[in-house]
């Protein structure tokens, strides 16, 4: 297994990176899989909200996915934040069940339809939160292998700074998580923010080419980064698939 | 062995026990645990799947049946990793001797069994730090399972591998899933190094064994490393 600098020679969209999903049937899957990356607060969810009505608009078949959104470890990761014992590498493998259960009961099936599925952060966020903590890239790259490679990966790329502007104005208070003040990067929430958020940023740029992400930047307004993922998920030629008939098919294979 | 998992370097020990079901390894370890306790030692007792903070998921995915081999592994790592961080390993640094009932061995016997990949579910506990010792107790399948289907409760639907469909009867099903964890176990037992005890043998011989390999191995560090509850008495102790 490579390490996590240089590029890899990525499998066909829909292969996995590595090991396989056991008893998970990945063959004939006739939906598209696409990623939008980032770091916190740069903006992916509004993003993924108004792709999702632009592509049923046009008549494709949607899911739209998250971290800690699995009906299996969602609330268990909520709980584990809520209280004041979290390790690192216990709050990374939480984070990857919680992968694991939606990509085999939620994005594997919804792909079988043909549905095109977004999803707000992958393994990439997992990925580089690890490696924010300290944790061992190699562990946690092998760890995230069963995960399987998207059509695209758009990746908000940003300065820390600009980080920094959005979430004092948009939200008016750092967040605890958002500041890696589990592990104390500095010693208020401004400062830890700037250098956990760093860390971040340079894991995920150094996945970015390793990977094959497509820089967007996210230093443009909003219309304009909506204007350009529009264009370039166009270009991926989705085909179209019947709304409801899709949504029939992922609930017999359920 | 060497990368398996992360060097012990600390003044504190690991000693863990590992064996299918009805070995008799909790036994085993219980009492061991007592005598080093009452020898004056600081010691710690670590069971497998105990973490508070990921209980409620395991319990809700079992009763629900939610889990695959995939996630039924990740989240009994996940539980591993909390034991480790916030127990585990703090105890094993200030000196302790923590004694495991089950460690990795269990994910990678039980999990492989369920189809997980073994190189992928070793790299996954990279992490662990390495045991000192790693008793194993060998068991024929028909010793292990008439000490478990003799008495107990009924069996529970992922310890008998219902979810992999090899039976409708849990009891078959249970008697399949355990042969194939115990060929695991075999299968791993030179490559992990484990102390292999006979578990056929009454208690007290496998307990003597027990204590005789400790002090064999651990001998030096006991008396040096190894965190002693405070005796006013006692003159003239090493640290």
Same mark, same amino acid.
């Given at each position: 297994?490579?390490?996590?600098?240089?590029?890899?020679?990525?499998?066909?969209?829909?292969?996995?990176?590595? +090991?396989?999903?056991?008893?998970?049937?990945?063959?004939?899957?006739?939906? &598209?899989?696409?990623?939008?990356?980032?770091?916190?607060?740069?903006?992916?969810?509004?993003?993924?909200? &108004?792709?999702?009505?632009?592509?049923?608009?046009?008549?494709?078949?949607?899911?739209?996915?998250?971290?800690?959104?699995?009906?299996?470890?969602?609330?268990?990761?909520?709980?584990?934040?809520?209280?004041?014992?979290?390790?690192?590498?216990?709050?990374?493998?939480?984070?990857?069940?919680?992968?694991?259960?939606? @990509?085999?009961?939620?994005?594997?099936?919804?792909?079988?339809?043909?549905?095109?599925?977004?999803?707000?952060?992958?393994?990439?966020?997992?990925?580089?939160?690890?490696?924010?903590?300290?944790?061992?890239?190699?562990?946690?790259?092998?760890?995230?292998?069963?995960?399987?490679?998207?059509?695209?990966?758009?990746?908000?790329?940003?300065?820390?700074?600009?980080?920094?502007?959005?979430?004092?104005?948009?939200?008016?208070?750092?967040?605890?998580?958002?500041?890696?003040?589990?592990?104390?990067?500095?010693?208020?929430?401004?400062?830890?923010?700037?250098?956990?958020?760093?860390?971040? @940023?340079?894991? #995920?740029?150094?996945?970015?080419?390793?990977?094959?992400?497509?820089?967007?930047?996210?230093?443009?307004?909003? +219309?304009?980064?909506? #204007?350009?993922?529009?264009?370039?998920?166009?270009?991926?030629?989705?085909?179209?698939?019947?709304?409801?008939?899709?949504?029939?098919?992922?609930?017999?294979?359920? | 062995?060497?990368?398996?998992?992360?060097?012990?370097?600390?003044?504190?020990?690991?000693?863990?026990?590992?064996?299918?079901?009805?070995?008799?390894?909790?036994?085993?370890?219980?009492?061991?645990?007592?005598?080093?306790?009452?020898?004056?030692?600081?010691?710690?007792?670590?069971?497998?799947?105990?973490?508070?903070?990921?209980?409620?998921?395991?319990?809700?995915? &079992?009763?629900?049946?939610?889990?695959?081999?995939?996630?039924?592994?990740?989240?009994?790592?996940?539980?591993?990793?909390?034991?480790?961080?916030?127990?585990?390993?703090?105890?094993?640094?200030?000196?302790? @001797?923590?004694?495991?009932?089950?460690?990795?061995?269990?994910?990678?016997?039980?999990?492989?069994?369920?189809?997980?990949?073994?190189?992928?579910?070793?790299?996954?506990?990279?992490?662990?730090?390495?045991?000192?010792?790693?008793?194993?107790?060998?068991?024929?399948? +028909?010793?292990?399972? /008439?000490?478990?289907?003799?008495?107990?409760?009924?069996?529970? !639907?992922?310890?008998?591998?219902?979810?992999?469909? @090899?039976?409708?009867?849990?009891?078959?099903?249970?008697?399949?899933?355990?042969?194939?964890?115990?060929?695991? !176990?075999?299968?791993?037992?030179?490559?992990?190094?484990?102390?292999?005890?006979?578990?056929?043998?009454?208690?007290?011989?496998?307990?003597?064994?027990?204590?005789?390999?400790?002090?064999? /191995?651990?001998?030096?560090?006991?008396?040096?490393?190894?965190?002693?509850?405070?005796?006013?008495?006692?003159?003239?102790?090493?640290?």
């Amino acid at each position: 297994m490579a390490i996590t600098s240089g590029k890899l020679i990525l499998p066909k969209p829909l292969e996995p990176y590595a +090991e396989a999903l056991p008893g998970v049937d990945t063959t004939n899957l006739s939906g &598209k899989l696409i990623v939008i990356e980032g770091p916190d607060a740069v903006g992916r969810s509004t993003q993924v909200a &108004k792709l999702r009505h632009w592509l049923e608009q046009e008549g494709h078949a949607v899911l739209d996915t998250g971290m800690a959104r699995s009906a299996l470890a969602g609330k268990g990761i909520a709980r584990a934040k809520d209280g004041n014992t979290l390790g690192p590498v216990t709050m990374t493998l939480y984070y990857v069940t919680d992968f694991a259960d939606r @990509i085999e009961n939620e994005i594997v099936p919804a792909l079988r339809a043909g549905f095109v599925v977004i999803t707000d952060r992958y393994i990439f966020s997992i990925m580089a939160r690890a490696i924010a903590r300290g944790e061992d890239p190699q562990w946690i790259e092998r760890v995230c292998g069963f995960g399987l490679v998207p059509h695209a990966v758009y990746y908000l790329r940003t300065k820390v700074k600009d980080l920094v502007s959005r979430v004092v104005i948009g939200r008016g208070a750092f967040d605890y998580w958002e500041s890696g003040m589990d592990c104390h990067f500095g010693d208020d929430m401004y400062e830890s923010f700037v250098k956990y958020q760093t860390r971040i @940023i340079r894991a #995920l740029d150094r996945m970015a080419n390793r990977y094959g992400f497509i820089d967007i930047d996210a230093g443009k307004p909003p +219309e304009a980064i909506f #204007l350009e993922l529009q264009r370039r998920i166009t270009s991926l030629q989705l085909t179209k698939v019947n709304g409801t008939a899709a949504k029939a098919a992922v609930r017999s294979s359920l | 062995m060497d990368s398996l998992f992360t060097p012990n370097r600390h003044r504190g020990k690991l000693i863990v026990v590992e064996g299918i079901d009805g070995s008799g390894k909790s036994t085993q370890i219980s009492l061991l645990s007592r005598w080093l306790r009452s020898s004056g030692f600081a010691v710690a007792f670590s069971e497998w799947n105990s973490s508070p903070l990921v209980h409620d998921t395991t319990r809700r995915g &079992k009763r629900k049946e939610m889990f695959t081999p995939t996630t039924f592994s990740l989240i009994h790592a996940t539980d591993f990793a909390d034991r480790t961080e916030r127990y585990i390993l703090p105890l094993v640094r200030a000196g302790a @001797i923590v004694c495991a009932d089950r460690y990795a061995y269990t994910a990678f016997a039980r999990d492989v069994a369920r189809g997980v990949d073994p190189q992928w579910v070793r790299n996954l506990y990279s992490f662990a730090i390495r045991p000192n010792i790693a008793f194993y107790f060998k068991t024929p399948l +028909e010793v292990a399972l /008439s000490r478990i289907l003799g008495g107990r409760d009924a069996l529970k !639907y992922y310890e008998s591998g219902m979810d992999l469909g @090899i039976s409708g009867n849990v009891e078959e099903s249970f008697r399949v899933f355990q042969g194939r964890i115990l060929a695991e !176990y075999e299968a791993m037992s030179a490559e992990m190094g484990f102390q292999v005890i006979d578990a056929t043998q009454s208690i007290e011989d496998q307990q003597r064994q027990m204590r005789a390999i400790v002090l064999k /191995s651990l001998g030096r560090s006991l008396k040096t490393s190894v965190l002693r509850a405070p005796v006013p008495s006692t003159a003239g102790e090493t640290s």
